[in-house]
């Protein structure tokens, strides 16, 4: 139950304070780095989990407000996934799709022809597309 104050409205709503958003800034700059970090490794190594890392590091980019870049780690992620597994990663397409409605269409659509191989360009536009 909401107290009221003396004049019989609410309290103001708390505020982030700006020292907290800094501090999660730094939280989510540093998770980059560390995802940067394994992805390097993982790439030369361990697809799948490369494929993984590059999920997660897309999250933390998009969390940072860096939509574009987030939605390429994201699509080389999905790639990397549908070519080890001959699977898609059902997880990634939400993600895509949250950053595909951040971006322009044609940012996203040169995202696509960068980062996704000829003949998975139609699938992937497609299930990017679907809801």
Known sequence: ??????????PPAPTTSSAG???????FA?????????????LESDPR?????????GITLA????????????????VTWR??????????LPLLRHQRDRLETPEFTA???????AELREQLTAATESS
């Open 1 to 10: 139950m909401c107290k009221l104050s003396a004049t019989g409205t609410p």
């Open 21 to 27: 958003v800094g501090q999660e800034q730094r939280r």
């Open 30 to 42: 540093e998770a980059e780095a560390a995802y940067r970090q394994a992805l390097d490794i993982y």
């Open 49 to 57: 989990r490369a494929s993984g890392t590059g999920t997660r590091l």
């Open 63 to 78: 969390e940072l407000g860096r939509h574009s870049e987030a939605a390429a780690v994201l699509l080389t992620a999905t």
């Open 83 to 92: 070519q080890e597994t001959r699977y898609r990663d059902p997880n990634n």
């Open 111 to 117: 995202l696509i022809n960068e980062n996704v191989p």
